[in-house]
């Protein structure tokens, strides 16, 4: 199904760049700059299929921004990937490097393909392929990518091995997101997570509440969405409904974490888990809840359900997931959104750290990884906090003003080549 123009996601960054411009005088010319993505890449990723049969695929690689340092942002395999989505979530990785304080540009990858119909076999070959025909840009000083929707660490070992045998020496700090054996850092699979939860916990306090006791709804139950439940969890909260591509979940009483986890590995879904009632992802978007961890897909909450929330706080682990006329919903309803650029940044503030580690070749302690995060996080949070009350503004708004303002004097400074 083909996004309609509300819902289109370059439309979308375009147009939260085009506000922010507006609101601090931005320079016309490097307003005319950041709309625009420094590279565009579209390569063919041609396999040999199981069957013996060739198939051609489609991958892409944008990157948006360089101004403050190299590039960053994740690869994903998905069968609705496309360019303006793409070229969407390396605009949005420059504003979430930016509003972190990371030493990074945004950009974003992927593979038009359905992981799920694919043996490892298959997906092996892709990610090599890909790899070896974005190898002429990306790099440790240039670009490195990272895991996103349906790609792992497995696949970051596949592109840090393609890479490294056309440089004929291992090049750990080419990807992000790797296995530990091979360079990865501690904390890195739950930082998305782990970033998020301390974001929530951090503007819940500025808001006179807690977690503990606080009630849950988390859509998507991949990597970060199962990890929220995870931490959330941990730390007192009741999780009263998950979803997953298939279906959605609700027990009012709570649902436990390693229960709902290995039903979800035996059976490949969380449908029907015991003791629960299936929801559609519809209907659980609209429950009632202190929390809404958005954990799947772009475009979930849009004009037409934004006046059916009924959440005290959203929190945004999925990039893209509230259209622009949402948002102005949601903030005259009062009902706050951490947006993705700060909500689910915990992955690339780790991604940074194991990036640092590699070019350092010294390793941290996952406590020190865990702690140098929350640093980070509530320093944002912090930041745009202040903002969004001094202006009155959403926190949306809030967090671009942030980060477009340093993109912007790192491009006035450096000026425009030649």
């Known amino acids: 199904m083909k996004p309609t123009p509300e819902c289109n996601p370059l439309q979308l960054a375009l147009c939260q760049l085009d506000r922010v411009a507006k609101k601090i005088r931005l320079d016309p010319c490097i307003h005319e700059k950041l709309r625009h993505p420094k590279t565009i890449l579209i390569v063919s990723v041609p396999i040999k299929m199981d069957n013996g049969k060739l198939k051609v695929f489609t991958g892409y690689r944008v990157q948006h921004n360089i101004d403050r340092g190299p590039s960053k942002g994740g690869i994903r395999f998905h069968p609705e990937v496309s360019l303006d989505e793409v070229q969407a979530l390396a605009m949005w990785m420059t504003w979430k490097c930016s509003v972190m304080g990371l030493p990074y540009g945004g950009a974003k990858g992927g593979v038009c393909c359905d992981p799920k119909k694919l043996s490892d076999r298959e997906l092996e070959k892709i990610t090599r392929r890909f790899t070896t025909e974005i190898t002429p840009f990306i790099g440790p000083r240039k670009d490195i990518p990272a895991p996103d929707v349906y790609t792992n660490p497995q696949t970051m070992a596949w592109m840090m091995d393609t890479f490294s045998m056309h440089s ?246 450096r000026g425009i080549y030649p």
């Open 168 to 413: 004929a020496h291992a090049v750990p700090g080419v990807v992000t997101g790797k296995p530990l054996e091979i360079g990865g850092s501690y904390g890195r699979n739950e930082a998305t997570a782990q970033g998020c939860v301390f974001a929530i916990e951090e503007i819940l306090r500025y808001r006179g509440r807690e977690l503990p006791d606080s009630t849950v709804v988390i859509q998507g139950y991949g990597n970060a969405g199962a990890y929220c439940h995870k931490i959330a969890q941990a730390e007192g909260a009741r999780v009263i409904a998950v979803s997953d591509s298939k279906s959605g979940i609700i027990n009012p009483d709570g649902l436990d974490y390693a229960a709902v986890s290995a039903f979800k590995k035996k059976t490949g879904s969380v449908k029907n888990f015991p003791g629960a009632k299936n929801i559609t992802n519809r209907k659980l978007l609209e429950l009632e809840c202190d929390v809404l961890i958005p954990a799947a897909l772009g475009n979930q909450i849009t004009a037409e359900n934004a006046p059916r929330i009924r959440a005290g706080l959203i929190a945004e682990a999925a990039n893209g997931p509230t259209t622009g006329e949402a948002d102005l919903i949601l903030f005259e309803r009062k009902i706050p959104v951490i947006p993705d650029i700060v909500a689910n940044a915990g992955g690339v503030v780790v991604s940074c750290f194991e990036w640092a580690q590699n070019l350092m070749g010294y390793f941290w302690t996952e406590e020190e990884v865990s702690c140098r995060l929350h640093d980070i996080m509530v320093l944002a949070c912090r930041q745009v906090w202040k903002i969004s009350r001094k202006k009155r503004i959403d926190l949306r708004l809030a967090a671009y003003i942030v980060a477009v303002s340093r993109v912007a004097e790192a491009a006035r400074l």
